[in-house]
T-cell receptor, first 110, second 117 residues
Framework: GENVEQHPSTLSVQEGDSAVIKCTYSDSASNYFPWYKQELGKRPQLIIDIRSNVGEKKDQRIAVTLNKTAKHFSLHITETQPEDSAVYFCAAYKGNDMRFGAGTRLTVKP | DAGVTQSPTHLIKTRGQHVTLRCSPISGHKSVSWYQQVLGQGPQFIFQYYEKEERGRGNFPDRFSARQFPNYSSELNVNALLLGDSALYLC????????????????FGEGSRLTVL
């Protein structure tokens, strides 16, 4: 089955700096790659996603890149703000099965 | 418009007991998926139901079962609870069974936090 690895597990940045989180997946048939933000005690919320027919997608301060050949995708957050502090999960989807990474705890220091 | 709703929000059970968790999808969504999220880890896929039929099953023992009703709401049942079943159980809904190439996303509920003592 699909295996998703996510790095780093924790990330601390200064406010205004950029943050990058990387994920790799194993199943080349995966075709949808969402990123979720989960605040403590809250539901995972979709922040951006990318499909396998696209290499890059941007939404304001957030961007995602996908390298299908290397089977990895990355989340980029620019101009980080304290409210960006949360746990971020990547996921890879195939068929009807969504596999999540273990998460990255991002802390943005004011 | 209401999002995905789950009940109960918190519950405590003892080993060997049984639990039923409930989920109502977003209006119009026909697919419901269940995930288990152990503290400090990412959600793990348990089941997907679409139009009352099981469409996918993760690597969970037979103690876990689910069903979907004609109104697309769903129940997750766990029998013979173990300490390791303590987790946040998330329900997610989507419009279709598969998140097709150009449309569709999963919407999560707030979850049911189960503690097994």
């Amino acid at each position: 089955g699909e295996n998703v690895e996510q790095h780093p597990s924790t990330l601390s940045v200064q406010e205004g700096d950029s943050a990058v989180i990387k994920c790799t997946y194993s199943d080349s048939a995966s075709n949808y790659f969402p990123w979720y933000k989960q605040e403590l005690g809250k539901r995972p919320q979709l922040i951006i996603d990318i499909r396998s027919n696209v290499g890059e997608k941007k939404d304001q301060r957030i961007a995602v890149t996908l390298n299908k050949t290397a089977k990895h995708f990355s989340l980029h957050i620019t101009e980080t703000q304290p409210e960006d502090s949360a746990v971020y999960f990547c996921a890879a989807y195939k068929g009807n099965d969504m596999r999540f990474g273990a998460g990255t705890r991002l802390t943005v220091k004011p | 418009d209401a999002g995905v709703t789950q009940s109960p929000t918190h519950l405590i059970k003892t080993r060997g007991q049984h639990v039923t968790l409930r989920c109502s999808p977003i209006s119009g969504h026909k697919s419901v998926s269940w995930y288990q999220q152990v503290l400090g880890q990412g959600p793990q896929f348990i089941f997907q139901y679409y139009e009352k039929e099981e469409r996918g099953r993760g690597n969970f023992p037979d103690r876990f079962s689910a069903r979907q009703f004609p109104n697309y709401s769903s129940e997750l049942n766990v029998n013979a609870l173990l300490l390791g079943d303590s987790a946040l159980y998330l329900c997610a809904s989507s419009l279709w069974a598969r998140l097709a190439l150009n449309t569709g996303e999963l919407f999560f509920g707030e979850g049911s936090r189960l503690t097994v003592l």
